[in-house]
T-cell receptor, first 107, second 118 residues
């Protein structure tokens, strides 16, 4: 079966660093996506990891450990506009989205 | 703007009715995916079409059906609507890849249709 676990909510302040964790179990594994979704809007692609390690893309980085079934999304220099839900989506035989972590950034 | 378009943006209807949601994928994309997102369930995969053919099925109710037309646009039909069908419905598309679609294809989402069933 498939199971995705990520925290429901997180809060942080502007300029800070936050790490959003995701653990998963899938039937087969072909990589993991992170998407950002602002309230009422479409999810937008952030990152895709297929190999172990850290992928850095500007203020956002994503890490994957396949042996541990674990990934995290690291957001640096937080801005108010980063307030959104962050969806972890492992690709097994199909792409399955977690329920997401709602991040609130305050000033 | 992802390049995926969906109409209508909002839809309000009554229980027992039938509605059709429309999606146009990004230019050149052959795969179309439909998702339902309600407050308590997160983003739930409904169905995928690839070049006109059904490719994968998720948690789609029998009251719901979809199709993809030769021009690659897709429609999601929801019938005998219930209050619990109120949700955001997203369409996504992904690019053509040799060998056919894969779970690892990056999906680009449309702006969604907000359905309210009263």
């Amino acid at each position: 079966g498939q199971n995705i676990d990520q925290p429901t909510e997180m809060t942080a302040t502007e300029g800070a660093i936050v790490q959003i964790n995701c653990t998963y179990q899938t039937s087969g594994f072909n990589g993991l996506f992170w998407y950002q979704q602002h309230a009422g809007e479409a999810p937008t692609f952030l990152s895709y990891n297929v190999l172990d390690g850290l992928e850095e893309k500007g203020r956002f980085s994503s890490f994957l450990s396949r042996s541990k079934g674990y990934s995290y999304l690291l957001l640096k220099e937080l801005q108010m506009k980063d307030s959104a839900s962050y969806l972890c989506a492992p690709a097994g035989t199909a792409l399955i989205f977690g329920k997401g972590t709602t991040l609130s950034v305050s000033s | 703007d992802s390049g995926v378009t969906q109409t209508p943006k909002h839809l309000i209807t009554a229980t027992g009715q039938r509605v059709t949601l429309r999606c146009s994928p990004r230019s050149g994309d052959l795969s179309v995916y439909w998702y339902q997102q309600s407050l308590d369930q997160g983003l739930q995969f409904l169905i995928q079409y690839y070049n006109g053919e059904e490719r994968a099925k998720g948690n789609i109710l029998e009251r719901f059906s979809a199709q993809q037309f030769p021009d690659l646009h897709s429609e999601l039909n929801l019938s005998s609507l219930e209050l619990g069908d109120s949700a955001l419905y997203f369409c996504a598309s992904s690019a053509w890849t040799s060998g056919g679609p894969r779970p690892t294809d990056t999906q680009y989402f449309g702006p969604g249709t907000r359905l309210t069933v009263l």
